[in-house]
């Protein structure tokens, strides 16, 4: 009997252990790390992480899941992703530029989401720009989360000092002849009437009276890319441009990307949607709205002409070296959701991609209570051109900026000096020269 007794003890202390033991097993969640690299500031992703993971963490409550990233500013983000993305650095997010995308799809260094997009089913809610904008070769690679639009600033009380109404300023003849009267009424106060970009990123300035004459910056033939700027409507942008030099408007090497324009020490600026930013904080929407104005457009060659503008920002991807790219692929979901993105978006003072977060009051209203000027962006956001996001275009625009400079400085007729870049970027294309 006594034996018959430690034999049932044993069994009973063995099959506590085996509860213990497998059971805890069966208990444990399974730890996931996921790792990302983003472009300052990173104040923002700070946002987007604790409203995006705890729904991810819900989503999965048999993963005990980590998010660790680090953010590093925007002119060494582009070098240390392709240098981690080579060296197999895993990662399972990354921030990339919208003009890096074809050089980083190209390279085999982020993963196609064409299927997931697909599956997915929302990027018809996105505008055209920002939906092509996140694609490479026909493919998507990532997803454009918020955008900017380059639009005219002007200080009315100047304006109203040099005679010139804000309408004036909504046609090449209008700017340059308010342009004249700005700079002869402020001249002895040190203020410029009008700013023009004489920095690195002049093309960006180039592009929008491009695209409004119908132009385009490259075209296909035979499934390569040629370039298509120095044609008819390059020749009248440029043209324009040079007209603004001629009229006494200095182009400006040193950019303060609207802090110049906040200083007041000029009338008019054509800048981004970021230089409202530019202002104090304690500055109230409704104080700035009435203390400077906006027109959400570039200036266009006749009242009959559509405007146009450029869309710059962010596009969300997954690098081939992601462990977790279906954890990743659902984080970025869950941070493209209209809830999420249009708070994010009031927050930090971005435009959106999404046309349902421009347009539907459930999601746009706390864009219109926070964002100075938020219902006029709306009136250009569909009007917004995308560049190239080829692995040439930093070439590319570096033959548009010497040609435009040599307009600048050295008075250069426009169709001389865009067919000199184009023969250039030609070249960089893969082609002899010009062929046509």
Known sequence: MLKKSKIIAGSLVALFLMVVIFGGVGLA?????LTATFAA???RWDWLVDKALPVLKANHPELNIEFEYEVLPYDKTHDKLITMMIANTPRDLVSVDGIWLGEFAQGGLLK?????????GRMDEYYAVNREGSKYNGKYYGIWSWTDARVLWYWPDLLEKAGVEPEDLTTWDGYIAAAEKLNNTLQNEGIEGVHLVGAPHSPDMFFPYLWMNGGKILEK???KWYPAFHKEAGIKALTFIKRQVEAGIKPQKQHFWGQEFADKRYAVML??????????????????ENKIGMLPLFPTPS?????????????????KTS????????LMEIIQSPEIMSQFLAKFGYLPTQRVIAENPEYNKVLIESIPFFDKYTKILP?????????????????????????????????VALTKAAQKVARILGWPGLVD
């Open 29 to 33: 969640k399974e730890k996931v790390k």
């Open 41 to 43: 500031p990173k104040e």
């Open 112 to 120: 196609d989401i064409t299927e997931e997009v697909k599956e997915w």
């Open 221 to 223: 033939r035979d499934g």
């Open 271 to 288: 800048e981004g949607s970021w230089l409202a930013g530019k202002f104090s904080k304690n500055i109230t929407k409704e104080e700035l």
């Open 303 to 319: 009242e009959e002409v559509d405007t146009a503008t450029m869309a710059g920002g962010w596009v969300l991807a997954i690098p």
């Open 323 to 330: 462990r977790h790219q279906d954890l990743a692929w659902e």
């Open 383 to 415: 009007l917004a051109h995308g560049r190239p996001n080829i692995p040439e275009y930093p070439q590319i625009s570096e033959a548009l900026r010497i040609a435009i400079e040599e307009v600048y400085y050295r008075g250069a007729d426009p169709e």
